[in-house]
């Protein structure tokens, strides 16, 4: 074995050493390629998705209902954008530049998340957002505060508390509604209805179909398994639906005692792939309207970048 050889195997058992006494891998230490890739690929992609899932909801700030409403709005939004800040950090640790991952967000090469290709069409939307997409985004990302990456994990903390805010400011925002008018509880059942299938196809495809599950669990990035993370959010959700006074629409969603969990109907997993493949309903506007804020963002960037340069200077 050649001495370079013998250093690989030895870095790789210490890194093995650490995944198997759950210690947490940093930036500087040894990691395989693949490992370090597939982190760009996944946090990369969770970054796109907070960004990008600012678009649906901002769509309805300037309608808000009330002040009070407009405001926490207006926080939710800032928080999303806080999260893409953190989230963007944490893969800059791994070799990665802002600007590559930035780029193959708006040529198509990076995905993000599928939910954000929906419309937006009713206020209540912001409420099934809240509740049903946030809530989702918790049950996937609560294990991921003990993922291996540390980096990673650590944003996953912050991120994690603050998508409890806002799911529960959806549920409240649903909850109001539901005890309205009769055409504001037809308004909240009509956007959970909508919103209910892309909720669950956000975990992913099932097990035998996930390219990245087994590998990824192996090195505790991922804790569980899509389907996993699936049924355990449709159990949290029907109770909840319940206090809500909605229903979720799926006539098979029924609880199975032998099973301990709820049984639910089969996910349209061809308009899942459509979505990936580009064609949901709202891909091309959220990609055409990313890629001008970016443009119109130009000048933040340069002045931003002289002033690093000026007060580099002068502390140099
Ligand atoms: N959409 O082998 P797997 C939020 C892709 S929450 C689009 O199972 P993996 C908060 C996957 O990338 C939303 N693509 O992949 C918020 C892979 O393609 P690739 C973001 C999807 O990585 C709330 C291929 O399919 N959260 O933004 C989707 O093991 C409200 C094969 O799939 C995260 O990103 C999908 N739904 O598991 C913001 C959480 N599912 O890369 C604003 C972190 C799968 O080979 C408002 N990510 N694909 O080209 C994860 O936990 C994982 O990456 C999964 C997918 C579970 C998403």
Request: aromatic share 10%; proline share 5%.
């Amino acid at each position: 074995m050649t001495t370079m050889a013998a250093d690989a195997g030895a870095y790789e058992a210490v890194f093995d050493a650490a995944l198997a006494a759950d210690e947490r891998i940093e930036p500087r230490d040894w990691m395989p390629d693949e490992y370090r890739t597939s982190l760009i690929r996944q946090i990369a992609q969770h970054a796109h998705s907070e960004i990008i899932g600012i678009q649906p909801e901002a769509n309805w700030i300037t309608r808000a209902p009330s002040l009070r409403r407009k405001a926490i709005l207006m926080a939710k939004v800032q928080d999303e954008a806080g999260h893409g800040l953190y989230l963007y950090s944490a893969v800059e640790t791994l070799g990665a530049r802002r600007e590559d991952l930035l780029d193959k967000l708006h040529t198509g090469r990076q995905k993000y998340s599928s939910i954000f290709n929906y419309p937006t069409l009713t206020w209540a939307d912001v409420g099934a957002i809240g509740w049903l997409v946030d809530g989702a985004a918790i049950t996937n990302q609560v294990p991921l505060c003990r993922c291996s990456y540390g980096p990673y994990a650590r944003a996953m903390v912050r991120i994690c508390k603050e998508e409890s805010f806002h799911q529960r400011q959806g549920y409240e925002l649903l909850l109001a509604l539901s005890r309205g008018t009769e055409a504001q509880r037809a308004m909240a059942q009509d956007a959970v209805d909508r919103w209910w299938w892309p909720s669950l196809m956000m975990f992913g495809p099932p097990d035998d179909e996930s390219a990245h599950s087994a590998q990824s669990m192996a090195w505790k990035i991922k804790r569980h398994s899509n389907d996993e993370l699936r049924q355990r959010f449709v159990d949290i959700c029907v109770p909840q639906a319940e206090s809500l006074g909605l229903t979720l629409p799926d006539p098979e969603l029924r609880w199975n005692e032998e099973r301990g969990h709820y049984d639910f109907g089969p996910i349209d997993w061809a308009e899942f792939r459509e979505v990936l493949r580009g064609n949901g309903p709202c891909n091309a506007q959220r990609i055409s309207q990313r890629r001008r804020a970016h443009e119109e963002g130009a000048w933040v960037r340069e002045a931003a970048a002289a002033y690093a340069a000026k007060h580099g200077e002068a502390r140099s």
